[in-house]
């Protein structure tokens, strides 16, 4: 029996507003009409096998808004963050200034920051993974210390609130900056954070403070955060443009 093949993909375009809306149009074999938004900005519309194409179009015309609509905040995103390189030269941050990478012959692993550069120093050969290995170990060894004179920054603005003190931990992690447990006012930040700008760091710290007083992302943590740190948002985005 022939093997039946579906119409390729087709490009479309309506005009809503005064302005082309263009998606691309397959036909499937289902039942009922399906809109997506991707995040580069394309628009893709599945219709049932057999419609015409004018029909597709009326019903493009009747979700134009609601594609408009997430169009416009895919394009609001910010950019995500560049990847680290570990090679010679490469840019890496240390407070929040980015210095050049150097890489250097040395009977231990050792790293200093200077002005302008940030040498690592460690017995050849020099890889990628052993560069990286050497200098996340220093970033952790810097963090303790970073961190609790960010506390000793943070901490006077709980004055009266009844909270008590957190133990503060180093604790590396993949998908977050830091964790609280509110019942143990126990709270574990990345060793990530020493990369970032002193600003970016105490508002992590603030962030998980608040949590000793509201545990969850409410309404009340947000109003409780925005009254500690009115310019919160803007240490936020400066934290997130970090290279990955």
Known sequence: ?????????????????????DYTLVFRARRTIGFA???????????????????????????ADWIRQHLAE????????PSRRYEAGAPHHYLGRP???RLAEGPRPA????????LVAYPAPHTPART????????????????????ARVWPVFDGLGLRRPTLY?????????SCTPTTARIRLSPDLVRAAPGCLDYVLLHECC???VPDHSAAFYALQTRLLPDWEHWKQELNALPK
Do not use: I
């Not at 790293?111 to 940030?118: C, G, I, N, R, S």
């Open 1 to 21: 029996m022939p093997r039946s093949f579906a119409p390729a993909p087709r490009r479309e375009t309506v005009v809503h507003q005064g302005q082309p809306l």
């Open 211 to 213: 949590h000793l007083q």
């Open 132 to 151: 990286e290995a050497v200098l996340l170990a220093w970033y952790a060894r810097q963090a303790p210390a970073l961190f609790a004179a960010a506390l």
């Open 74 to 81: 895919f394009a609001a995103r910010p950019a995500p963050a």
């Open 99 to 101: 210095l050049a990478l």
């Open 37 to 63: 938004v991707r995040p580069d900005g394309t628009v893709h519309v599945s219709a049932p096998a057999g419609v015409p194409a004018a029909w597709v179009a009326q019903q493009v015309l009747k979700r």
């Open 170 to 178: 180093v604790r590396p992690m993949r998908t977050r900056w830091g």
């Open 111 to 118: 790293v200093a920051a200077t002005a302008d550069e940030l």
